[in-house]
């Protein structure tokens, strides 16, 4: 500073308010530095807990003999500790899923970003959005009440509870995930490929088919890694519906054997396992494990991601990734998998449907040549409105369902009173509020922390090491089971830090899982700020600080404010983080203090539905309460965005 | 005009989104000829030439009155099939746009959507169009290499062959030449006047050198209006109208 004199009445810093003030800068540079390490340390301490816990049974029954042992027996007078039924039943799960939901998002997928109109586009998108807003364990209530029964009397099985009704209803959950990310990715393949193949003269399916569906392919599998991860991570749902036998179905396509699944396996044992047992280190192994298996398939997802993202801004001079015969081979190899695949599970369904499909699909090989265009398209949009009309109904009828037979309980009785006679009458007002206790602390405490993520990720680096490491933390923490977020904030916040079960246990953990997605979203709202406005603050001489502060904040609010009610509604349906940390049953009394434990909604249905008979109507009544609370935080979320969008457009 | 015409236009006019983008036009485009539409930015060269193919929608909010006839037959009936419209009115765009795929199977896309899955007959198709557009001697080695790995230059003239490999009648180009650097520029030129043997081309310009040194007919057009329309060498020596001729002498625009 040399120019230390008043320029029409601007008093420039004298030399030692210029340091004090260079030293302010740096200190909130370093805060939000370390609320942008903190996504790294939560994961490395989730790691570290897990394994704290769970090693002892690496060493005593050895890695080995725990992954591929045949037999998962804690209990028994011998116990075995064998997880290999468990791997196998995710495994099951998850491919009968994905069979289940692909083609289905697929079609819902190129019918929005394709077929349909402006209009219809604004019905499909909030409904889908609204299938990934449904808590899951109001689907694991409705796959319960609803999907095992029809399951049970159209297949004349003793219990509907079945591998086929887990991956039906994983299947549906996976739908919205695969969706919008499909949806956006074909969406994005440039309007010039679209252009010059209709310009040539193809059909609009030609074009979806040839050009912008093998253009959006890694963005498609991308989605599909995604959705695998939502399905692997489920547990309230599954466990609902499975059938929790830890068997490998037999034969293996016995698409109506019951089987079980890692998570399941948690969310079933940990709340009556003694602390320290070789039984309770076995389940933190199970987490473990789960953490990999997750682990691995979102940070595929998000490389494949990545490259798509970086083929875009530098398209010219790379060659394919594999050689084109190379990959005719591969395509060609995965078809015929598939395929068999396929038949082997049409052959378990029923026998007559193998035959049928390979009929009709010969039929269709042989009259294509003989078929115009024109009947192809026809055809190709008949079955992508199909899967869009499946994907609605699907919607429509859990909805009804839920709404049709909730609306009996609901009373002002049932919202402002306790429970009586295990939940069979009374009413559900202490979870109600105890879910708001935990989604109100959780989101206390995830904003801060979030928001200066973000800030420090967009404002204060560039793209380097430390960010990468940073990122990768958040997607780590992002794609993690919510069961082990319980898992850890059980041994972590609960034991460890002597917490006990308790509401403040619960929020914190919830405020871990709900992290990434204030910090993305943040990240999103503060760099669609125009680099301009921070040049035009920072070059009338304001202070990094100063610009963030006072141009680059307050234009980001509302986007902010939307990743926040979403993490709310996220938060407010979870079952798996708070079931070990935070919830007790039944309670007449409202906590005291943050160290007493409280109801909450989302495990109180669970409760009812799985263990409490002859209490139908509150189910509902619950389920339907749930329901409005989260769909309420989202229909306020996109409330506040369309607000703003159209505030900003003018 | 002395030629015969292939597209004619009556009366046509555009609204997009309520703005009057083209006011009645009425042109004919000569057969075999290379026509060339100019005017500053906006004037709705680009709108009028995306009317040839009915590319145009593809856009929400687009109302057309008026007649466009192709070989006398009307575009816009509805006994008319699009597609086949497009097959006969090929288009090469301002900015190249080669599909994500190899060189081969970019000139192939438009023989294969149309029914050929002969390989040889592919193979003959593409070589000709790549032939026909002057690129066969810089790929013919490189053929299953990303279409995205050519230069700007290359990557338009593999999408002139695409549209060549279809064998249109009306060549549409919107400022093919806007993203290319002046070498390039200079081999697109060569070949639009080797195509008009057979072909008929429409090539929308900002660069009125360009169009001077390429088309035999030039139409001029000034916000949304066909100003004038006439054989290029009476339009830049002796235009009739003096809005032209202002334009022309680049006293705006």
């Given at each position: 500073?040399?120019?230390?004199?008043?320029?029409?009445?601007?008093?420039?810093?004298?030399?030692?308010?210029?340091?004090?003030s260079?030293?302010?800068?740096?200190?909130?540079?370093?805060?939000?530095?370390?609320?942008a390490?903190?996504?790294?340390?939560?994961?490395?301490?989730?790691?570290?807990?897990?394994?704290?816990?769970?090693?002892?049974?690496?060493?005593?029954?050895?890695?080995?003999?725990?992954?591929i042992?045949?037999?998962?027996?804690?209990?028994?007078?011998?116990?075995?500790?064998?997880?290999?039924?468990?791997?196998?039943?995710?495994?099951?799960?998850?491919?009968?899923?994905?069979?289940?939901?692909?083609?289905?998002?697929?079609?819902?997928?190129?019918?929005?970003?394709?077929?349909?109109?402006?209009?219809?586009?604004?019905?499909?998108?909030?409904?889908?959005?609204?299938?990934?807003?449904?808590?899951?364990?109001?689907?694991?209530?409705?796959?319960?009440?609803?999907l095992?029964?029809?399951i049970?009397?159209?297949?004349?099985?003793?219990?509907?509870?079945?591998?086929?009704?887990?991956?039906?209803?994983?299947?549906?959950?996976?739908?919205?995930?695969?969706i919008?990310?499909?949806?956006?990715?074909?969406?994005?393949?440039?309007?010039?490929?679209?252009?010059?193949?209709?310009?040539?003269?193809?059909?609009?399916?030609?074009?979806?088919?040839?050009?912008?569906?093998?253009?959006?392919?890694?963005?498609?599998?991308?989605?599909?890694?995604?959705?695998?991860?939502?399905?692997?991570?489920?547990?309230?749902?599954?466990?609902m519906?499975?059938?929790?036998?830890?068997?490998?179905?037999?034969?293996?396509?016995?698409i109506?054997?019951?089987?079980?699944?890692?998570?399941?396996?948690?969310?079933?044992?940990?709340?009556?396992?003694?602390?320290?047992?070789e039984?309770?280190?076995?389940?933190?192994?199970?987490?473990?494990?789960l953490?990999?298996?997750?682990?691995?398939?979102?940070?595929?997802?998000?490389?494949?991601?990545?490259?798509l993202?970086?083929?875009?801004?530098?398209?010219?001079?790379?060659?394919?990734?594999?050689?084109?015969?190379?990959?005719?081979?591969?395509?060609?190899?995965?078809?015929?998998?598939?395929?068999?695949?396929?038949?082997?599970?049409?052959?378990?369904?029923?026998?007559?449907?193998?035959?049928?499909?390979?009929?009709?699909?010969?039929?269709?090989?042989?009259?294509?040549?003989?078929?115009?265009?024109?009947?192809?398209?026809?055809?190709?949009?008949?079955?992508?409105?199909?899967?869009t009309?499946?994907?609605l109904?699907?919607?429509?009828?859990?909805?009804?369902?839920?709404?049709?037979?909730?609306?009996?309980?609901?009373?002002?009785?049932?919202?402002?009173?306790?429970?009586?006679?295990?939940?069979?009458?009374?009413?559900?007002f202490?979870?109600?509020?105890?879910?708001?206790?935990?989604?109100a602390?959780?989101?206390?405490?995830?904003?801060?922390?979030?928001?200066?993520?973000?800030?420090?990720?967009?404002?204060?680096?560039?793209?380097?090491?430390?960010?990468?490491?940073?990122?990768?933390?958040?997607?780590?923490?992002?794609?993690?089971?919510?069961?082990?977020?319980?898992?850890?904030g059980?041994?972590?916040?609960?034991l460890?830090?002597?917490?006990?079960?308790?509401?403040l246990?619960?929020?914190?953990?919830?405020?871990?899982?709900?992290l990434?997605?204030?910090?993305?979203?943040?990240?999103?709202?503060?760099?669609?700020?125009?680099?301009?406005?921070?040049?035009?603050?920072?070059?009338?001489?304001?202070?990094?600080?100063?610009?963030i502060?006072k141009?680059?904040?307050?234009?980001?609010?509302?986007?902010?404010?939307?990743?926040?009610?979403?993490?709310?509604?996220?938060?407010?349906?979870?079952?798996?983080?708070?079931?070990?940390?935070a919830?007790?049953?039944?309670?007449?009394?409202?906590?005291?203090?943050?160290?007493?434990p409280?109801?909450?909604?989302?495990?109180?249905?669970?409760?009812?539905?799985?263990?409490?008979?002859?209490?139908?109507?509150?189910?509902?009544?619950?389920?339907?309460?749930?329901?409005?609370?989260v769909i309420?935080?989202?229909?306020?979320?996109?409330?506040?965005?369309?607000?703003?969008?159209?505030?900003?457009?003018? | 005009?002395?030629?015969?015409?292939?597209?004619?236009?009556?009366n046509?006019?555009?609204?997009?989104?309520?703005?009057?983008?083209?006011?009645?036009?009425?042109?004919?485009?000569?057969?075999?000829?290379?026509?060339?539409?100019?005017?500053?930015?906006?004037?709705?060269?680009?709108?009028?030439?995306?009317?040839?193919?009915?590319?145009?929608?593809?856009?929400?909010?687009?109302?057309?009155?008026?007649?466009i006839?192709?070989?006398?037959?009307?575009?816009?009936?509805?006994?008319?099939?699009?597609?086949?419209?497009r097959?006969?009115?090929?288009?090469?765009?301002?900015?190249?746009?080669?599909?994500?795929?190899?060189?081969?199977?970019?000139?192939?896309?438009?023989?294969?959507?149309?029914?050929?899955?002969?390989?040889?007959e592919?193979?003959?198709?593409?070589?000709?169009?790549?032939?026909?557009?002057?690129?066969?001697?810089?790929v013919?080695?490189?053929?299953?290499?990303?279409?995205?790995?050519?230069?700007?230059?290359?990557?338009?003239?593999?999408?002139?062959?695409?549209?060549?490999?279809?064998?249109?009648?009306?060549?549409?180009?919107?400022e093919?030449?806007?993203?290319?650097?002046?070498?390039?520029?200079?081999?697109?030129?060569?070949?639009?006047?080797?195509?008009?043997?057979?072909?008929?081309?429409?090539?929308?310009?900002?660069?009125?050198?360009?169009?001077?040194?390429?088309?035999?007919?030039?139409?001029?057009?000034y916000?949304?209006?066909?100003?004038?329309?006439?054989?290029?060498?009476?339009?830049?020596e002796?235009?009739t109208?003096?809005?032209?001729?202002?334009?022309?002498?680049?006293?705006?625009?």
């Open positions: 500073m040399k120019f230390l004199k008043k320029v029409n009445g601007v008093f420039c810093a004298s030399e030692g308010t210029a340091r004090l260079a030293l302010k800068e740096q200190s909130i540079k370093t805060i939000f530095f370390f609320t390490a903190f996504a790294v340390i939560v994961v490395s301490f989730i790691l570290l807990f897990l394994l704290r816990d769970g090693y002892p049974i690496f060493i005593d029954v050895g890695a080995i003999n725990f992954l042992g045949p037999e998962w027996a804690p209990t028994a007078a011998e116990p075995l500790y064998g997880i290999y039924p468990l791997i196998i039943g995710t495994l099951l799960v998850t491919l009968g899923a994905m069979i289940f939901s692909v083609p289905l998002s697929l079609g819902c997928a190129i019918y929005i970003s394709e077929l349909a109109t402006p209009r219809i586009k604004a019905v499909l998108k909030p409904a889908v959005e609204l299938l990934a807003g449904i808590p899951s364990v109001v689907y694991g209530f409705f796959g319960l009440i609803v095992t029964n029809f049970r009397v159209s297949f004349d099985i003793p219990t509907g509870e079945t591998w086929l009704a887990a991956s039906v209803l994983l299947g549906i959950m996976a739908l919205p995930t695969i919008s990310v499909s949806e956006d990715a074909i969406s994005s393949v440039p309007h010039e490929y679209k252009e010059g193949s209709l310009a040539i003269g193809a059909t609009r399916w030609q074009t979806i088919s040839r050009v912008l569906v093998p253009a959006a392919l890694s963005g498609i599998a991308a989605a599909v890694i995604l959705g695998i991860g939502r399905v692997v991570g489920e547990t309230m749902a599954v466990l519906v499975a059938g929790n036998a830890a068997i490998i179905p037999d034969p293996i396509w016995n109506l054997s019951p089987l079980r699944t890692l998570t399941a396996t948690l969310g079933i044992e940990m709340g009556e396992v003694s602390v320290g047992s039984h309770y280190s076995a389940l933190f192994g199970i987490a473990v494990v953490l990999i298996i997750t682990l691995i398939i979102n940070l595929s997802a998000v490389a494949i991601l990545q490259h993202r970086e083929r875009r801004t530098a398209p010219a001079g790379r060659k394919p990734l594999i050689p084109p015969g190379t990959r005719q081979k591969i395509v060609f190899a995965a078809k015929m998998l598939g395929l068999a695949l396929l038949l082997v599970l049409l052959t378990a369904m029923s026998w007559w449907l193998a035959p049928v499909v390979l009929l009709a699909g010969s039929l269709w090989f042989a009259g294509r040549p003989f078929m115009s265009e024109n009947t192809i398209q026809k055809s190709a949009f008949c079955l992508i409105g199909a899967a009309l499946i994907v109904a699907i919607l429509l009828i859990i909805l009804s369902d839920i709404v049709i037979n909730g609306i009996p309980a609901l009373s002002w009785e049932f919202i402002t009173q306790p429970p009586m006679d295990l939940g069979r009458a009374g009413g559900i202490p979870a109600i509020v105890g879910t708001l206790y935990l989604v602390g959780a989101i206390a405490i995830a904003l801060p922390l979030g928001v200066g993520a973000a800030i420090y990720l967009v404002e204060y680096t560039r793209e380097g090491r430390i960010t990468k490491v940073i990122r990768t933390g958040v997607d780590l923490l992002n794609g993690t089971p919510s069961i082990v977020f319980g898992l850890f059980f041994a972590f916040i609960v460890y830090l002597n917490a006990g079960v308790s509401l246990a619960g929020q914190v953990t919830l405020a871990l899982m709900v990434p997605t204030v910090i993305r979203t943040t990240e999103e709202s503060l760099k669609n700020i125009p680099q301009s406005l921070r040049e035009g603050s920072l070059a009338l001489g304001a202070t990094r600080w100063q610009t502060s141009v680059v904040i307050p234009p980001a609010v509302p986007g902010i404010v939307t990743g926040a009610i979403l993490s709310i509604g996220r938060a407010a349906g979870e079952t798996a983080p708070i079931m070990f940390t919830v007790v049953f039944s309670s007449r009394f409202l906590p005291d203090s943050v160290l007493d409280v109801m909450a909604l989302p495990y109180h249905l669970f409760i009812l539905a799985t263990n409490v008979p002859g209490a139908s109507m509150n189910q509902y009544g619950t389920a339907l309460v749930l329901l409005l609370l309420g935080f989202y229909a306020v979320a996109i409330m506040v965005r369309t607000h703003f969008q159209n505030r900003s457009r003018g | 005009m002395s030629d015969a015409a292939i597209i004619t236009t009556n046509l006019n555009l609204w997009y989104s309520g703005k009057h983008a083209l006011e009645s036009v009425s042109m004919k485009v000569p057969k075999n000829r290379v026509t060339a539409l100019i005017g500053p930015s906006g004037c709705g060269k680009s709108t009028l030439l995306r009317c040839f193919n009915r590319l145009n929608d593809l856009i929400d909010n687009v109302k057309i009155t008026g007649e006839t192709l070989d006398d037959e009307n575009i816009h009936a509805p006994s008319l099939d699009v597609v086949t419209l097959k006969k009115v090929g288009m090469v765009f301002q900015k190249p746009n080669p599909f994500p795929k190899t060189i081969y199977d970019n000139v192939a896309y438009g023989p294969r959507v149309h029914g050929i899955r002969d390989k040889n592919l193979d003959r198709i593409v070589e000709q169009g790549l032939r026909h557009a002057a690129l066969w001697d810089e013919k080695d490189r053929l299953d290499d990303s279409a995205l790995g050519l230069s700007g230059g290359q990557q338009q003239r593999l999408c002139i062959a695409r549209t060549l490999a279809v064998e249109p009648e009306v060549i549409l180009m919107d093919p030449c806007s993203a290319l650097d002046p070498i390039a520029t200079s081999k697109i030129e060569n070949l639009i006047d080797m195509l008009k043997e057979d072909y008929t081309v429409i090539i929308v310009t900002h660069n009125m050198q360009q169009a001077a040194r390429v088309s035999d007919y030039t139409g001029f057009m916000l949304g209006k066909l100003i004038e329309c006439g054989r290029t060498k009476q339009i830049f002796h235009p109208e003096e809005l032209t001729e202002n334009y022309i002498t680049g006293r705006f625009g």
